[in-house]
């Protein structure tokens, strides 16, 4: 069963980071390009970041620029955004999958809400 589950979202200060993991179940990652997206309440999902199958590229939103970053452990078939310098406005749940304009890798996860409050 393909299934893809995000974790390592919490409440941070403004300033603070967070580790987030989309660990893949089912079938492997290594040949998949695959993004990060989050939602935060009454807005529609956006396209945070993305890294293709051979960690060659990467791609990130204006808003993240500088602050956060995309990798990937394919030995592990997870998925990473290191998230520094949060701010509350990257208050969030976070989703992995496959980048926009891509087939989906499989069913939206749960998310991981990340929450940037003082």
């Known amino acids: 069963q393909v299934q893809l589950v995000e974790s390592g979202g919490g409440l941070v200060q403004p300033g603070g980071s967070l580790r987030l993991s989309c660990a893949a179940s089912g079938f492997s990652l290594d040949y998949y390009a695959i993004g990060w997206f989050r939602q935060a309440p009454g807005k529609e999902r956006e396209g945070v970041s993305c890294?293709?199958?051979?960690?060659?590229?990467?791609y990130y939103v204006d808003s993240v620029k500088g602050r956060f970053a995309i990798s990937r452990d394919n030995a592990k078939n997870t998925v990473y955004l290191e998230m520094n310098s949060l701010k509350p406005e990257d208050t969030a749940v976070y989703y992995c999958?496959?980048?926009?304009?891509?087939?989906?890798?499989?069913?939206w996860g749960q998310g991981t809400q990340v929450t940037v409050s003082s």
């Open positions: 890294v293709s199958s051979n960690d060659d590229s990467s």
């Open positions: 999958n496959s980048p926009p304009s891509y087939p989906l890798l499989g069913p």
